[in-house]
């Protein structure tokens, strides 16, 4: 067996990626995130008329042939083409390229709340349409969640720990904690990890617009996120994907990576409460949030920003409040929430991943974006919510919240190094 | 005829496995020469049978290895498809 150091038991992130719908890469989006920019807009994936929810943040500047050969680009599900993009931009950051043996020390862990349901529907009206002889063969790969981590491992050739994670809108920030550990325990000497959605297809827009958990704002799409304000009235749905290196520090500093912070804490917890809504005291976010300060060893003073889950439903955005008033007592007060949800709407199972980069670029630039369209205030909604304009601040500790259907609930802590 | 059907099945192969149009010759193995895997030659005959209006049976897709194997296998279809007819 090949001689390994002992892992350290301290993992860093040395590489992000990301797709949104403010742009594809990190330095498309992250300065239209500062600005407040807003890519909430009529869709234009499919015809959205006949449907209820007419509006969506989509990543419109993305090329699937950019990151994947031609035959593949061209029929894959979105879903897998953008994570492979998202790692194949979190390896490049990192410059890193592990081969040989070091390949057979760096997993995959991308989830997707939903998976291929794109590729799915088209393949569905075929069958029914045509018979059952013309469903592609491609279907079942292109449709399960976990192909994202499995494809990504075959184009990067990645041959350590290679596993998904399905759960719901808390999907991205349940891939970076379990493969944090993953890392932690000596599994891996690194892990690339997060999430990839693409929901805005026909199937995803109706069965969310029965749901009635999003926005009815069709006529205004600009202003229908708007989380933590009193006339919020449902999430703006959103596709995109997230993807952090997580390295073991050691390995990281020996070969003189540039490091954006280190993972410190991973709190989890299920609210056992209801299918869609959140628990009616916010318990379960309070109690994943108390997990994360605690195997973090932070006090509630340490926190300088969280990125809240902050969907701009009801629900959501006054029992996170409350979650946070309780998890974090008077400091709460005292440190900067906003929802980047507000400008690229709810990416679900990758908003945890983006979420998480954005936590990191918080720290490295010093500047926390913005919760834009917050005009009225809520009295259950008390805390500051950085409303409107991005502001700089000295920020060392973030906690990011992501809460998912089914009462998952999770809660990471990063530090600056 | 055959010159005819050989184009459209050097479209549909160019379409289905993303290859260049000169790679594309009679003697090119769809497998051995053109990169496709199983599921791709799955793929491949769903779309010969889209474009011609033909229908391929599962023991009868181990005939067409070929770019020529499947001009072959097309005309002879649509020849007893005209017979039939």
């Known amino acids: 067996m090949p001689e390994r150091p002992a892992p350290s038991g301290r993992v860093v992130v040395t590489g992000i990626g990301a797709v949104t719908p403010l742009g594809t890469g990190v330095d498309k989006f992250w300065p239209r995130m500062l600005a407040g920019e807003n890519a909430v807009d009529r869709i234009s994936h499919i015809d959205p008329a006949p449907y209820t929810t007419q509006i969506a943040a989509e990543v419109r500047d993305f090329n699937a042939e950019d990151w994947l050969d031609r035959k593949e680009a061209r029929r894959i599900d979105k879903f897998i083409a953008f994570a492979v993009a998202g790692a194949t931009m979190a390896l490049q950051d990192a410059g890193w390229k592990p081969e040989g043996e070091e390949a057979e020390e760096v997993g995959v862990l991308i989830g997707s709340g939903i998976g291929g349901l794109t590729f799915l529907g088209e393949q569905h009206r075929k069958m029914i349409e045509q018979g059952p002889d013309r469903v592609s063969p491609f279907l079942v790969p292109y449709m399960i969640p976990d192909m994202a981590s499995g494809y990504t491992s075959i184009v990067h050739k990645l041959k350590g720990p290679n596993n998904c994670v399905v759960t719901a809108c808390a999907t991205g920030a349940n891939a970076i904690g379990d493969a944090y550990h993953v890392v932690k325990r000596g599994d891996a000497i690194a892990m690339l990890a997060g999430g990839s959605e693409t929901p805005i297809n026909e199937i995803s827009i109706a069965a969310f617009s029965a749901a009635r958990a999003m926005t009815g704002r069709n006529d205004d799409p600009t202003h229908a996120s708007r989380p933590f304000d009193a006339d919020r009235d449902g999430f703006v749905i959103a596709e995109g994907c997230g993807v952090l290196l997580l390295e073991d520090y050691e390995h990281a500093k020996a070969r003189g990576a540039k490091m954006y912070g280190e993972v410190i804490g991973y709190g989890m917890s299920g609210d056992a409460f209801h299918i869609t809504q959140p628990d009616a005291e916010g318990d379960g976010a309070y109690r994943a949030m108390r997990m994360a300060l605690r195997n973090a060893c932070l006090k509630p003073e340490d926190i300088d920003y969280i990125n809240a889950h902050g969907t701009s439903t009801q629900y959501n955005d006054r029992l996170e409040t409350l979650a946070i008033r309780r998890a974090l007592g008077d400091a709460a007060y005292k440190l900067k929430v906003s929802s980047t949800k507000s400008m690229i709407g709810h990416t679900l199972g990758a908003a945890g991943a983006i979420e998480a980069v954005i936590c990191l670029l918080t720290m490295r630039d010093g500047k926390i974006p913005p919760t834009i369209n917050y005009e009225k205030p809520d009295p259950d909604c008390d805390l500051d919510y950085v409303p409107n304009k991005a502001q700089d601040m000295e920020v060392n500790v973030t906690l990011s919240n992501s809460f998912g259907f089914g009462g998952h609930n999770v809660s990471l802590a990063f530090r600056k190094m | ?85």
């Open chain 2, 1 to 85: 005829m055959a010159s005819d059907i050989l184009e459209r099945v050097k479209k549909v192969t160019v379409e289905e496995l993303g290859v260049k149009e000169e790679e594309v010759v009679e003697g090119a193995s769809f497998q051995e020469d053109l990169g496709a895997d199983s599921l791709d030659v799955v793929e491949l005959v769903m779309a010969f049978e889209d474009e011609f209006g033909i229908d391929i049976p599962d023991e009868e897709v181990g005939d067409i290895k070929t770019v020529g194997a499947a001009v072959s296998y097309i005309e002879k279809k649509l020849a007893e498809g005209q017979k039939g007819g």
